[in-house]
């Protein structure tokens, strides 16, 4: 997919998240919003190997949502991918289903159990550090360069997407030293940057700036982008070494509850619940993006 199609998916995956969520009558919105565009990008652009017919690929890309909580913005993302039915995604709240408020393995095309923060991205050192052995050890090779070129196996990458409140878990700074020692390229974590956790503004919970020096420190190749646009985060990630020897971390610039005016930057769309109007109001704002989102493709397919 090209950037605006991507863009155009982002938005039609927007509405059947408010409309989910709405129907569910729980859910964390405000997140699911800011992270929906890298969830997108990833699953349409830049992961390889998916395969609803085949979820467990062996050469399959990996994913793991560590910030759990905001599983609803992966389910739309699953259910547009055809992991997920449409009439399985719309049992999200209902008493037997499998889709809970955190991701779960009973899941098709998810990975792991994930909710408790501080745990996705150490999981995924873990998924990284198995594909390097299957590739073979570069402990046989004198240097990182002869190892890149004696590579054994075709093998996959791992993404790790991660919220800026979660980088109060010490847990996490454990894989990054990890990650790093192992000279990880295979291994890219985002973080979500919408500057909101539920208790209020990042910075006065928990201040986590410069989370560029931080993570540069611990020896990552660091890279900033704008999460609420769609070409930005296309070029970042394709702009990716995966052969440098180093864990990749991507500091996404986003707004908490993207896409919905009334819910964009305000603490408390974290956890809220939105009544009919709400519901109507956010639905037809995005739906006005969509329409105009789909003229202009139309306009530039030659007829």
Request: with cysteine; net charge negative; aromatic share 8%.
């Amino acid at each position: 997919m090209d950037t605006k199609e991507l863009q155009l998916l982002a938005e039609q995956r927007r509405k059947r998240l408010v409309e989910v969520v709405y129907r569910a009558k729980a859910g964390h919105i405000g997140g699911d919003l800011s992270c929906l565009n890298v969830m997108t990008a990833l699953y349409f652009h830049v992961m390889q190997g998916l395969d609803p017919a085949n979820p467990k690929a062996p050469d399959r890309d990996r994913f793991v949502l560590s910030k759990g909580h905001c599983v609803e913005a992966l389910y739309v993302t699953l259910e547009a991918k055809g992991f997920l039915k449409p009439e399985v995604l719309d049992t999200l709240g209902q008493f037997g289903s499998i889709l809970s408020g955190h991701p779960t393995i009973e899941v098709p095309g998810i990975e792991v159990n994930s909710g408790a923060l501080g745990h996705g991205l150490s999981i995924g050192v873990g998924m990284a550090l198995a594909a390097k052995m299957r590739e073979g050890s570069y402990k046989s090779h004198e240097t990182y360069e002869t190892y890149k070129t004696h590579k054994t196996h075709k093998s996959y990458n791992t993404y790790v997407l991660m919220g800026d409140g979660e980088q109060g878990e010490g847990s996490i700074y454990e894989a990054a030293m990890a990650a790093h020692k192992y000279q990880l390229d295979n291994l890219v974590a985002i973080i979500d940057r919408n500057h909101l956790q539920i208790s209020g503004n990042t910075e006065d919970v928990m201040p986590l700036d410069s989370i560029r020096e931080r993570w540069t420190a611990f020896g990552w190749d660091v890279t900033t982008m704008n999460g609420d646009a769609m070409d930005d985060i296309v070029s970042t990630f394709d702009a990716i070494d995966y052969t440098n020897g180093k864990p990749h971390l991507l500091i996404s610039e986003a707004t908490k509850g993207f896409g919905v005016s009334f819910m964009e930057g305000v603490a408390k769309w974290h956890h809220g619940v939105l009544n009919e109007e709400q519901c109507q109001a956010a639905v037809k704002e995005i739906e006005e993006r969509i329409n105009e989102l789909t003229i202009q493709r139309h306009n530039e397919i030659p007829l």
